[in-house]
């Protein structure tokens, strides 16, 4: 069992830049992929960075490449998603999730944060 406790959004201007936090509790953290995933109103959930259990390996979808960096802090049971240069279309709610190695499917889920983008 994994528990996720997200922390870091707001309300910022475009070209800001936020730091989101997600905390973990569990004993097997450091064997989940973790992912962070937001959702704009009116719109499906979608993924938009993720993280193997080492940190070497991250992916991102194409609207956040460049601008948002995912990292993880296993020793602090923490991943981070650094937002940089943020526009009014990043404006959603943002979710962290995590999933075992072998898992199709994101299995835990944070409460979410919301993040807000003005013009």
């Known amino acids: 069992q994994v528990q996720l406790v997200e922390s870091g959004g707001g309300l910022v201007q475009a070209g800001g830049s936020l730091r989101l936090s997600c905390a973990a509790s569990?004993?097997?953290?450091?064997?989940?992929?973790m992912g962070w995933f937001r959702q704009a109103p009116g719109k499906e959930r979608g993924l938009v960075a993720s993280i193997a259990w080492s940190g070497a390996y991250t992916y991102y979808a194409d609207s956040v490449k460049g601008r948002f960096t995912m990292s993880r802090d296993n020793a602090k049971r923490t991943v981070y998603l650094q937002m940089n240069s943020l526009k009014p279309e990043d404006t959603a709610v943002y979710y962290c999730?995590?999933?075992?190695?072998?898992?199709?499917?994101?299995?835990?889920w944070g409460q979410g944060t919301q993040v807000t983008v003005s013009s």
């Open positions: 569990g004993r097997t953290f450091n064997s989940y992929i």
């Open positions: 999730a995590a999933k075992g190695v072998t898992a199709a499917q994101y299995a835990y």
